[in-house]
């Protein structure tokens, strides 16, 4: 059985199409790394799979059946905003607002509750960052106690997007290595979103490219060349590889560097959800 | 305490058993406020209040049912617009503006209300009758049931709205649903502190909890029992000093947060931050 299936997959955000015919399979137990430039559609695709999106066209499969929304197989970490609400609140807090936050009731867990929100933050070694506030936290910290987040209710299949945005490269190893030796551990599927490949590689079995509307799922060595790419940004494209990373270059410009700055000077305001 | 001379007034009862389960409501509805960043909420219903309640004396209705009614709709409605409203400063400004504008006028064409409408603004406690009391009873209540049921699933939205999205939560329901009872919360305020005073008895005991602990259930133990206490003592030396009760609960407000200020920025400033 494939983790996701789309087949002939047509998405459309606002009017606007995003994916068209697309067709691709994530397999079990897969790391796959999401890539493309700002607003190529890692999100969407991610909200696709976790059913906030009906395709207009095609078929999507998740773990077998068709997505539906609040699936418990899956654990999600969104793309982090610059404002967000209740940052005084302890990671423990945070965290455990997720253990079955949908039912009506109070929010205090029980025994078992809080034995499952430890044993998550257990997994991402964030037992002790948890009594801090969110607000004390860093950048790094705080993608590890979302990951925890992710990891409540001990999903099949994980969908990370963009944790390393605003990270440094130091924290961006400490995330991507994270994530996989999770993945591996647990023995689940993910989707892990990113603008720039470098720091993903050696660490995903495969990458997903996204751009003018179509994508390409392969391994590095398929997917990372001058021709897929070419067709993905709609320009010429040359791949340079470089001292063991690889940079896509258009007239001399690296395409993903550049579309992070645009991204981050774009994000930057407080007001951007 | 229950031989106390203060006690022995009926007035004084009303006024602490009112005074009592307002703050409460309050308390905890300030909270929620707090967390979700919403406490301008808090201040607007308030004004669109004052217009319903002089707006029900002109067309012969009680004030507090006017009060009630144009809150909850306006609590409601500013949940329907939800994201869309926060960033329209301007706008919610110009609009309250508006409403007080309305009460106003309304009050204009109904002069002999005029010393009711000062206890509109700025309260007056002590005047609560045995009715008033008991329907505030009930609503207070009724909106403690409402909040506690909702309040697992508004904590998640309120923290994590993509992840509660995509778990099935709809934010807007629940958004309109708590915006509700902060309409009937700043309802009942009002009665008690006035509707230009709510946010002393709905924010301010909240903003001087998440203040002093992080932990969201000493928080939500603590936002209400900071606002009753602050309510009954306000009401204590209202009685001692004769003077209104709303300025020593504003006062007392004022005071909590501002030592709660103090307290937290030197706990911060700490070195030897536990980790
Ligand atoms: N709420 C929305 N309304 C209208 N268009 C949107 C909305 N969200 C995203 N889009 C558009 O959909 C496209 C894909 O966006 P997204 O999936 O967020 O890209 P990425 O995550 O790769 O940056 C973009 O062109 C963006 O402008
Ligand atoms: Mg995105």
Redesign the pocket.
Known sequence: MNAVEFSDVTLA??G?T?LVGASFAVREREFVGVL?P????????LRAVLGLLMPWRGSIRVLGRPPSRGDPTIGYLP?VRSNRAGMQLSGWDFVAAVHRGHRLGLPFLDAVGRREIARALDRVGAADLARRPLAETSGGERQRLLLAQALVGRPRLLLLDEPLISLDPHHQAAVVALARSVQEELGITVLF?AHEINPLLGAIDRVLY?GQRQAALGTVEEVITGPVLSRLYGMAIDVVHLHGRIFVMSEGQDMERDAHRHYEAHHAGPSHA | MPDHPMLEYGFMRHAFAAAGIVAVLGGLVGYFLVLRGQTFAGHALGHVGFTGATGAVLIGASPFSGLVVLSVLAGVGMGFLGERIAERDVAIGIVLALALGFGLLFLNFYTAFASEAVALLFGNVLAVDARTAFVLLALGLASLAGLAMISRPLLFASLQPEVAEAKGVSLRLYSVLFLGIVGLATAGCAEIVGVLLVFALMVGPAATAQRLTHHLGWGILLAPGLALAEAWLGITMAFYTNWPSSFWITSLSAVAYLVAVVLSGRRSAAPARSR
């Open positions: 955000v606002g606007r995003v493309g700002n607003g190529s559609g890692k999100t969407t695709i793309q979103s996204l």
